[in-house]
T-cell receptor, first 115, second 111 residues
């Protein structure tokens, strides 16, 4: 089991471009969480998804950000028209989602730099 | 408001000394609390969860509801304990396990 895979590890985008961050959950995990860590700040929840459903997007900026977790394939966090303030580390975590008091498994993160 | 506070950004101790990483929380309800650790160049990984009342790598953490604290303790620190430690609180409902995080404490264990 390869664990939670995030790619790319590093992503550089110019202002105004689109950024696509991918997260493949652990085998058997159907729940995905995205977090963002801005420089000198803690992790902040962005969105919680199950297959084909967005369950909680209360942490997502209202504009330019979107997330999906299709029936097949990885979860995608998409940032349109990136700005310098989007530069951060984006972490994905997955869980089996059975409602128990578990901790979930994290990916290595994608470090986005907007130039 | 739900909040996790780790007052120390950096904690430096000598090998063999006791260590305590502080975590206080604010939460209306029954909290679920976790400690995560990130070693250099590795991914975040779960260290402890209060519900399990376990000891991992010599670390323990007790939930004190009166003081709203979940401090992480180890009686004798080792150099390999040097890492970033994050306290987190589960703030979602049902199967939603979104976490609210502290800013983290960097622990340096000196030889």
């Amino acid at each position: 089991n390869a664990g939670v895979m995030q790619n790319p590890r590093h992503l550089v985008r110019r202002r105004g471009q689109e950024a696509r961050l991918r997260c493949s959950p652990m085998k058997g995990h159907s729940h995905v969480y995205w977090y963002r860590q801005l420089p000198e700040e803690g992790l902040k929840f962005m969105v919680y998804l199950q297959k084909e459903n967005i369950i909680d997007e209360s942490g997502m900026p209202k504009e330019r950000f979107s997330a999906e977790f299709p029936k097949e394939g990885p979860s995608i966090l998409r940032i349109q028209q990136v700005v310098r303030g989007d530069s951060a580390a984006y972490f994905c975590a997955s869980s089996p989602g059975n409602g128990a008091n578990y901790g979930y498994t994290f990916g290595s993160g994608t470090r986005l730099t907007v130039v | 408001a739900q909040r996790v506070t780790q007052p120390e950004k950096l904690l430096s101790v000598f090998k063999g000394a006791p260590v305590e990483l502080k975590c206080n929380y604010s939460y209306s309800g029954s909290p679920e609390l976790f400690w995560y650790v990130q070693y250099s160049r590795q991914r975040l990984q779960l260290l402890l969860r209060h519900i399990s009342r376990e000891s991992i790598k010599g670390f323990t953490a007790d939930l004190n509801k009166g003081e709203t604290s979940f401090h992480l303790k180890k009686p004798f620190a080792q150099e390999e304990d040097s890492a970033m430690y994050y306290c987190a609180l589960s703030g979602g409902a049902g199967n939603n396990r979104k976490l609210i995080w502290g800013l983290g404490t960097s622990l340096a264990v000196n030889p």
